[in-house]
Structures are given as structure tokens and as C-alpha cells.
């Protein structure tokens, strides 16, 4: 029975480092830019999007449908940083178990 002791013991460590890790992935911001930095984001880790800059140029008669495609070419660019991030604090987290069935992801 020691070993189940430790088994759950261990369980309940990863158990809190993962809510630890969640909790710091929701407070990590990321940044997505698109066109030469024209049009720049930030995500939240929950994918909230904080902060949005277009430059003034984009904002002329004519130029909506390139400022469309700007902005969700910058949020495609923010989208993967974040799941980078994540993708990091996980394989932190959970060592040598990242990856494997069962594992959560955030």
C-alpha cells in the first residue's frame, strides 16, 4: 500500500501544478501582428483579445477588405503564439508525461 500512498501523493502534486499552470497561462498575454506590424493584437491565454492597433493608413475609403484580412491574419499570428505558450507550460508541467493519453491539456 506504500506505493499507492505515493502514487496519490504524486497525483495530488501534478494535480496542482497543472492548476497552477492554468492559472498562469490565463494571465499570459500574446501579441500577433500581421502586414509588417500595420495590425498588431494581444490575446489572452484564455484567447480573450486585450489590445487592438491598425494603422491609420488602413483606414482610408476602399481599404476595408485588406484591413479585414489584416486583422485575421494577426489573430491566426496571436492564436499560435498562445498555443505555443501553451504547448511550453505544459511540457513544464507535466515532465516526461506530456503528450501522453489522458494527459490535460489546457
Do not use: N, Y
Amino acid at each position: 500500500m506504500k506505493d499507492l500512498g505515493d502514487l496519490m501523493k504524486q497525483a495530488q502534486a501534478m494535480q496542482e501544478k497543472l492548476q497552477a499552470a492554468q492559472s498562469r497561462m490565463a494571465e499570459t498575454e500574446v501579441e500577433g501582428s500581421s502586414g509588417g506590424g500595420m495590425v498588431r493584437l494581444a490575446l489572452k491565454g484564455g484567447g480573450a483579445l486585450t489590445r487592438l492597433a491598425i494603422d491609420e493608413s488602413l483606414l482610408s475609403p476602399g481599404e476595408a477588405e485588406i484591413l479585414a484580412d489584416l486583422i485575421i491574419a494577426a489573430h491566426a499570428d496571436a492564436r499560435r503564439e498562445l498555443e505555443g505558450a501553451q504547448t511550453d507550460l505544459m511540457r513544464e508541467v507535466a515532465g516526461p508525461l506530456a503528450g501522453l493519453p489522458g494527459m490535460p491539456t489546457f
